[in-house]
């Protein structure tokens, strides 16, 4: 799966991403960083990657409707540290093998993933 993390994560992210066999890319080394928020998404959209992010915009369906995207996966955590942030994507990894993302909207939170799609939640 093809993943593009936004600019307010860690570059670890894409290290757990891509040590699961992922392609991950952050903002930065596309030279997106400061980019608005529908110029990044017409990006992702464009090469074919999921957006992971901790901007909660993303999780607007009006603005970002489910189904017109290769997927948003807006991240929770209780606090956030890089460990915690860490913790949270690893624990997608398996989710991400059995559920499809493409034109979904996943909300992680550290005890549950709510799953958005063309119906709703």
Do not use: C
């Not at 915690?84 to 059995?98: D, H, Q, S, T, W």
Request: proline share 6%; net charge positive.
């Amino acid at each position: 799966m093809k993943f593009k993390v936004d600019e307010n994560l860690s570059g670890r992210v894409v290290i757990v991403l891509r040590s699961a066999g992922h392609d991950a890319l952050t903002v930065a080394d596309q030279g997106l960083k400061g980019s608005e928020d529908a110029e990044l998404t017409a990006h992702a959209k464009a090469e074919g990657r999921a957006l992971v992010t901790l901007d909660m915009g993303f999780s607007d369906v009006r603005a970002y409707p489910p189904g017109e995207h290769a997927g948003i996966i807006v991240l929770r955590p209780r606090k956030q540290n890089r460990r915690l942030l860490l913790v949270l994507v690893a624990g997608l990894l398996p989710l991400l093998k059995r559920e499809p993302l493409a034109g979904r909207l996943w909300v992680a939170e550290p005890d549950r993933v709510r799953i958005f799609d063309r119906s709703g939640p």
